[in-house]
T-cell receptor
Framework: AQSVTQPDIHITVSEGASLELRCNYS??????LFWYVQSPGQGLQLLLK??????LVQGIKGFEAEFKRSQSSFNLRKPSVHWSDAAEYFCAVAGGNEKLTFGTGTRLTIIP | DGGITQSPKYLFRKEGQNVTLSCEQN?????MYWYRQDPGQGLRLIYYSQIVNDFQKGDIAEGYSVSREKKESFPLTVTSAQKNPTAFYLC????????????FGPGTRLTVL
């Protein structure tokens, strides 16, 4: 069975500082990996996805993620956060059955 | 505009009542999904459908039912058998075949009084 772990429940970052959100997955074959963002009371928006190829993936809003098979990780990064980045971030993995399994999320707070 | 709509945004029900949540998409997507979101638990899959007139149970299907009579519609009924139905419900869809992400609707918050 596939699973996702997001070890950080809540992260606080100063505006303009760099950000890294951790994601570890468990899946026996090649995983399909996603990062979604959710503002309070809203649906999820896709930030980026990894299916194959280049292990450094660029997404929207200046985010990027790196797939590291040896570490079973897919960490999300941003060089300089903006106050509008405050939200909840979800990592997800899909296997061959096309079902998504989500992590429990990381809530990001931005301080001025 | 193409997208996924969920209605209503807020829903209140009394204990013992069934309630149906609407999900409609005009993206011509083959697959549709229902998730439940609770604080600190991420999203959990309730039911999914990969084609009209067919659907499968997800991880937490007990107390829920669905139908898929039309490609664009995938309503979810929360029955009185669901012990703790208060939650945020999200509908999603994706194109069939190949590798694609899921697209999400804005959600419905259900509160049982």
């Amino acid at each position: 069975a596939q699973s996702v772990t997001q070890p950080d429940i809540h992260i606080t970052v100063s505006e303009g500082a760099s950000l890294e959100l951790r994601c570890n997955y468990s899946y026996g074959a090649t995983p399909y990996l996603f990062w979604y963002v959710q503002s309070p009371g809203q649906g999820l928006q896709l930030l980026l996805k990894y299916f194959s190829g280049d292990t450094l993936v660029q997404g929207i809003k200046g985010f990027e993620a790196e797939f590291k098979r040896s570490q079973s990780s897919f960490n999300l990064r941003k060089p300089s956060v903006h106050w509008s980045d405050a939200a909840e971030y979800f990592c997800a993995v899909a296997g061959g059955n096309e079902k998504l399994t989500f992590g429990t999320g990381t809530r990001l707070t931005i301080i001025p | 505009d193409g997208g996924i709509t969920q209605s209503p945004k807020y829903l209140f029900r009394k204990e013992g009542q069934n309630v149906t949540l609407s999900c409609e998409q005009n993206l011509n997507h083959d697959a549709m999904y229902w998730y439940r979101q609770d604080p600190g638990q991420g999203l959990r899959l309730i039911y999914y459908s990969q084609i009209v007139n067919d659907f499968q149970k997800g991880d937490i299907a007990e107390g829920y039912s669905v139908s898929r009579e039309k490609k664009e519609s995938f309503p979810l009924t929360v029955t009185s058998a669901q012990k703790n139905p208060t939650a945020f419900y999200l509908c999603a869809s994706r194109p069939g075949g190949g590798l694609h992400e899921q697209f999400f609707g804005p959600g419905t918050r259900l509160t049982v009084l």
